[in-house]
T-cell receptor, first 115, second 115 residues
Framework: AQSVAQPEDQVNVAEGNPLTVKCTYS??????LFWYVQYPNRGLQFLLKYITGDNLVKGSYGFEAEFNKSQTSFHLKKPSALVSDSALYFCAVSDGSSNTGKLIFGQGTTLQVKP | DTAVSQTPKYLVTQMGNDKSIKCEQN?????MYWYKQDSKKFLKIMFS???????INETVPNRFSPKSPDKAHLNLHINSLELGDSAVYFCASSQGGWGPVYEQYFGPGTRLTVT
């Protein structure tokens, strides 16, 4: 069965510092991995995805993520955090052996960037 | 030029009532989804339709019934509402046919409160 774990409920960083939001996954087939961001009282917005190819994926708003197959991880990173990055971040995985597009979401990590 | 829209945004109703939530996307996508986000922000897939055909039907009480009159619309009808149905319901859509590779675009959500 597919599963996603985001081990940190909250990550606190100072503005200008690098940030990392962690995600590990478990799937039976090839993993298709996604990061989404949710601002308060809003729907989720797509940030980036890994389907195949280069392990370092670049996305919106300066975010990137690194796919590590041996560690089954897909951590979200940004070199310099902004206060406006403060939001709820979700990692999600879809099993490549399934053709339904079903996404399993992690429990979410709240990112707090302080000035 | 809203991509994925939902109505209503807020819905307050009493136990036992029947209510519907509507979703429309103008992205030309073939696949639409319903998600439930609980009070702890946990997101779970409920249903998915591809070109009006039901392709994902998770373990959801049969009081919940999705209907897709065409590929741009996916509605959610809930019978005999219970307190535990209180949540935020998100509609989403993705392009292409079946498959896990496409990112999903989310609506703004409908906050359902059952009293």
């Amino acid at each position: 069965a597919q599963s996603v774990a985001q081990p940190e409920d909250q990550v606190n960083v100072a503005e200008g510092n690098p940030l990392t939001v962690k995600c590990t996954y478990s799937v039976s087939g090839n993993p298709y991995l996604f990061w989404y961001v949710q601002y308060p009282n809003r729907g989720l917005q797509f940030l980036l995805k890994y389907i195949t190819g280069d392990n370092l994926v670049k996305g919106s708003y300066g975010f990137e993520a690194e796919f590590n197959k041996s560690q089954t991880s897909f951590h979200l990173k940004k070199p310099s955090a902004l206060v406006s990055d403060s939001a709820l971040y979700f990692c999600a995985v879809s099993d490549g052996s399934s053709n339904t597009g079903k996404l399993i979401f992690g429990q979410g990590t709240t990112l707090q960037v302080k000035p | 030029d809203t991509a994925v829209s939902q109505t209503p945004k807020y819905l307050v109703t009493q136990m036992g009532n029947d209510k519907s939530i509507k979703c429309e996307q103008n992205l030309g996508h073939d696949t639409m989804y319903w998600y439930k986000q609980d009070s702890k922000k946990f997101l779970k897939i409920m249903f998915s339709y591809n070109n009006k055909e039901l392709i994902i039907n998770e373990t959801v009480p049969n009081r919940f019934s999705p209907k897709s009159p065409d590929k741009a619309h996916l509605n959610l009808h809930i019978n005999s509402l219970e307190l535990g149905d209180s949540a935020v319901y998100f509609c989403a859509s993705s392009q292409g046919g079946w498959g896990p590779v496409y990112e999903q675009y989310f609506g703004p959500g409908t906050r359902l409160t059952v009293t």
